[in-house]
């Protein structure tokens, strides 16, 4: 696994109140709780730390958190509180996996190709840009590839229709559009009518002028 999904943290002991929050975040760190076990586990990452990797990371990425003085747990970032205002975050909510029970999480959705009715005037639509699935840890993928390269002007691809990966289970409508081709509206010309009343009014105001 490489270091931009790996993650350090130290356990949180104490000053667990609003105030201690605060310190934290002074001193550039995060507090965050570890889900996913018979109890939670408090731990503290680095911000800087934190903010350089979270790029890299969605709700179907594994991350291997070395905590000081405990084993490593594999996890994915399941939510994060952010402060925008300050932007910084200020709270994280990690989910444990267990090796051999299955995990329920959204992985997002990657459209690939050049559709043929793009090439022909059309727009691409991406309607749906996450998937829910279910599947062993060993299974989870980070993203999950359409293929839309086919797509012509009014066609569109659905769940059914995609690849998915071996031992992944989708939590979908079958029948859900992931994307589709449209057409452009164009602005409709100004109709011959109205362009004579635009040009009648300037005479009329002139006529209207001399009288």
Do not use: W
Not at 14 to 28: E, K, Q, T, V, Y
Not at 110 to 137: K, M, S, T, W
Not at 168 to 178: F, L, P, R
């Amino acid at each position: 696994m490489s270091d931009s999904k790996t993650l350090s943290a130290r356990l949180r002991t104490g000053d667990f109140g609003s105030a201690g929050s605060r310190r934290l975040l002074r001193n550039g760190e995060i507090p965050a709780v570890v889900y996913g076990k018979s109890e939670p586990l408090h731990v503290i990452v680095n911000a800087h730390e934190f903010e350089m990797k979270r790029s890299g990371f969605s709700e179907s990425t594994l991350i291997t958190l070395h905590v000081d003085g405990e084993n490593d747990h594999s996890v994915f970032v399941k939510s994060y509180q952010e402060n925008l205002l300050l932007r910084c975050i200020h709270h994280i909510d990690f989910y444990e996996i267990t090796a051999g029970h299955t995990v329920r999480t959204h992985v997002r959705v990657e459209l690939e190709g050049n559709p043929v009715g793009v090439r022909a005037g059309g727009v691409l639509d991406q309607v749906i840009h996450e998937l829910e699935i279910e599947c062993l840890p060993k299974d989870l993928p980070e993203v999950i590839k359409v293929d839309v390269s086919a797509l012509d002007i009014n066609e569109g691809i659905r769940v059914d229709q995609i690849q998915i990966p071996a031992g992944v289970k989708v939590h979908e409508d079958a029948e859900a559009t992931i994307a589709t081709v449209r057409t452009v509206k164009e602005e409709a010309a100004p109709a011959p009518a109205d362009d004579a009343a635009a040009e009648a009014a300037p005479a009329a105001d002139a006529a209207s002028t001399e009288k």
